[in-house]
């Protein structure tokens, strides 16, 4: 299970267990880690994970969707120990957002990721879970409230409703909505690690990691490594 934990700031350093997974998100000058344990049987995947993602404006066309993209999340990968200790891997994603086709779905994500405050309530994905990996298929995300897959919120209410379907589950690599049903959208979302066409008119796409190879290529590791148990 990965899960947002902690604070450090740009510059610090962490030791990583050979059995702890470490994933470090930044949203310009703010820097939290995610921690990943995979368990099953009581035991952990030997794996460490590195990601740093931050997020700026631009304007361009996705050559696969033609459609607008207005701001990109990078992340950084490492995984440790990948080949055995000391044998690391290192990689980066760029995830393309497409807030002119989904702006309001962009803008929940993007409010969420560096924090929301309504109310009383101080919305983040910091602290939250990677709840749920599905090996050449999906990693889900993003339940701000209960942190298991059962809850989450939006930055417009308990949830709002769906935009549109306009963008297509058609590679691997695409960001989309999670949901229990109809607009139902509330923080929850997942990264694609496989085309899955039936997910169109049921999902929102609202993103898409550029590098696809890149994507595959962790969907492989991530299967060998779960399996493995």
């Not at 990583?16 to 099953?40: C, D, N, P, R, W």
């Not at 990078?74 to 990689?91: C, V």
């Not at 993007?110 to 309504?118: H, S, V």
């Not at 417009?156 to 549109?164: A, I, P, Q, R, S």
Request: contains cysteine; aromatic residues 14%; negative net charge.
């Amino acid at each position: 299970m990965w899960t947002f934990h902690g604070g450090l700031v740009p510059g610090e350093t962490t030791t990583i267990g050979q059995l702890a997974t470490f994933v470090a998100l930044t949203y310009h000058s703010g820097l939290f880690y995610l921690k990943l344990f995979t368990m099953e049987k009581n035991l952990f995947t030997a794996v460490s994970l590195l990601l740093c993602l931050f997020i700026s404006s631009s304007h361009g066309a996705d050559e696969q969707s033609n459609h607008t993209v207005t701001e990109h999340a990078w992340f950084d990968i490492e995984i440790k120990n990948y080949d055995g200790p000391g044998e690391d891997y290192s990689g980066r994603f760029v995830v393309a957002l497409f807030g002119d086709t989904v702006p309001m779905t962009v803008m929940n994500f993007a409010q969420l990721t560096k924090g929301y405050k309504r109310a009383n309530q101080n919305l983040r994905y910091k602290n939250t879970y990677v709840h749920r990996i599905v090996p050449d298929f999906v990693i889900q995300m993003g339940d701000i409230t209960a942190g298991d897959g059962t809850g989450g919120r939006s930055v417009y209410g308990e949830t709002f409703n769906d935009e549109n379907f306009i963008l297509s589950h058609e590679a691997a690599g695409y960001v989309s909505m999670a949901n229990h049903g109809k607009d139902t959208n509330g923080s929850q979302f997942f990264i694609i690690l496989n085309k899955a066409r039936w997910l169109d008119g049921k999902h929102v796409v609202f993103g898409k990691l550029m590098d696809i190879y890149l994507s595959i290529y962790l969907s492989i590791y991530l299967s060998i490594k779960i399996l493995s148990i």
